[in-house]
C-alpha cells in the first residue's frame, strides 16, 4: 500500500543524486528542500525520515521532491539557477594563495619520491618482484 505524497517512478533516485550534486548538498538536504518549497514551512524531522527512508529502500520520492526535481534540473539547463534563492552559498572559488599552496605540495611529495627511488637505486635494493620459488629464468 502506498502513502499519501510517496510514488514510485525508476529515474528518482538518478534525479534526486543529480540535484543534490548540482546544489552540492546531500540527499537528505534535497528532500528538505523541496519540503520547504512545496509546502512553506520547515518539514518535521520524522515527517522527513519516513519518506526519505521510504525513497531509500524502494527508491521512491514524493512528488513534492520530484516537482522540486524537475524544477532545479530545469534552472540548471537553462543556466538560471541561483543556489541563493534557496539559501546556499555557493562555493568560494580558489584563492591565488590555496593554489600556490596545492602545487608546493605536489613539488615536496614529487620530489619525496623522487628520493625514494634514487636511494632504492644508490642502495641496491631490489624494487621489482623476484622470482622466489625454482624455475627462474
Known amino acids: 500500500m ?3 505524497g510517496c510514488s514510485s517512478e525508476e ?19 534535497v528532500f528538505r528542500l523541496a519540503y520547504h ?5 520547515p518539514a518535521e524531522r520524522r ?4 519518506c526519505f527512508h521510504r525513497y531509500l529502500g524502494a ?4 512528488v513534492w521532491v520530484r516537482a522540486f526535481v524537475r524544477r ?12 541563493r534563492a534557496f539559501g546556499l552559498e555557493p562555493p568560494s572559488p580558489a584563492s ?17 619520491v623522487a628520493f625514494l627511488i634514487y636511494a632504492a637505486f644508490r642502495l641496491e ?13
Not at 59 to 62: D, E, R, V
Not at 125 to 137: D, E, K, N, V
Request: charged share 20%; with cysteine; glycine share 6%.
Open 47 to 50: 515527517e522527513m525520515e519516513v
Open 72 to 83: 532545479i534540473r530545469q534552472l540548471a539547463e537553462e543556466g538560471r539557477l541561483d543556489l
Open 125 to 137: 635494493m631490489p624494487i621489482g618482484i623476484t622470482c622466489q620459488l625454482p624455475p627462474c629464468y
Open 11 to 29: 529515474d528518482d533516485v538518478q534525479n534526486v543524486v543529480y540535484v543534490a550534486s548540482v546544489l552540492q548538498v546531500s540527499e537528505f538536504d
Open 96 to 112: 591565488k594563495a590555496r593554489i600556490i599552496l596545492g602545487f608546493t605540495v605536489l613539488a615536496g611529495i614529487l620530489m619525496f
Open 2 to 4: 502506498s502513502r499519501p
Open 37 to 41: 518549497e512545496w509546502f512553506g514551512h
Open 59 to 62: 527508491m521512491q520520492a514524493p
